[in-house]
């Protein structure tokens, strides 16, 4: 008997619907993993398997016809249960902004006002927020806070830390090369698999750049420990010489990473290389 006969294969477009979800499935997996939703989704799978499987082998019509009809409504609560992954990747996806006036190219001079300023508060173990927005706004957080249309200087960067001042509890927030906000609340990620030792303030660092291409400086006000967040990724304790290397080369970049890569594609430069490692460039480029 020829294997024509024993299996059926499938069309071409029949193949192309197994990648596309295969595909899917492996973004979707590979999204939640490391998430407190990746349990649930388990769980979710799991369950449902189970008792699809024990209808269909047990000829439970009805009960097989309810969980058919419940598919609706688990879908509902699939959004609903994993609201701040779906809201993490849509926040990735949509990283190109249609207007890129927001002064990025004039951002290369806020290294020693910023330097300056995290080294003082770094001393007196005094804790700050500093968020530079990029090519994604953060009207929304900003208007979390108190709106400010500051220039940036190490003392009022400083200042607006100082403990016991209106607006030392909160993040600031750098438009360009002016001061947006103070005061701001930043989301706060709930990525499991980060350390028992972060505190809130590394945490919402953390969160912002997970919906942003923001680049955020963190000092810790227990060790006074100097950070840096960015694409979701915290990197402690940083030296002067280090942190200035690390500032200087992210902020004399005019585009992101996202960027960059539809550039390559319009010009047909880009290849499959650049769309696995493009994550990664950009800690490549600070080194």
């Known amino acids: 008997m020829q294997l024509k006969e024993l299996f059926d294969l499938p069309s071409f477009a029949g193949w192309v619907e197994i990648f596309v979800l295969a595909a899917m499935f492996y973004y979707v997996f590979r999204l939640f993993k490391g998430t407190r939703g990746a349990a649930i989704l388990s769980g979710l799978i799991i369950v449902y398997g189970v008792l699809y499987a024990l209808t269909v082998l047990g000829h439970l019509d009805i009960l097989n016809w309810l969980l058919s009809r419940l598919m609706l409504y688990l879908s509902l609560a699939f959004v609903v249960i994993f609201q701040p992954e779906i809201r993490r990747v ?62 940036v200087s190490s003392e009022l960067l400083a200042t607006l830390f100082f403990p016991h001042t209106p607006l030392h509890d909160g993040g600031v927030i750098i438009s360009g090369d002016r001061i947006s906000a103070a005061g701001c609340l930043f989301p706060l990620s709930q990525k499991e698999e980060l350390s028992k030792l972060l505190g809130t303030r590394h945490r919402a660092a953390i969160g912002i750049t997970e919906e942003t291409d923001a680049i955020v400086v963190v000092v810790s006000e227990e060790t006074g420990a100097i950070s840096i967040a960015y694409n979701g990724r915290l990197r402690r304790g940083l030296g002067e010489e280090r942190l200035r290397r690390v500032l200087s080369s992210m902020l004399r970049r005019e585009h992101t990473g996202l960027a960059r890569f539809r550039e390559k594609l319009k010009t047909g430069e880009a290849d499959l290389s650049d769309t696995i490692l493009m994550p990664f460039a950009e800690e490549r480029d600070e080194e």
């Open 90 to 151: 849509l926040a990735q996806l949509g990283r190109q902004p249609v207007w890129r006036s927001n002064g990025i190219a004039s951002q290369k001079t806020l290294v020693e006002p910023i330097m300056q300023a995290v080294q003082l508060l770094s001393k007196r173990k005094i804790g700050a927020l500093i968020a530079i927005e990029r090519e994604i706004g953060t009207r929304t957080l900003q208007d979390s806070g108190t709106r400010m249309n500051s220039v």
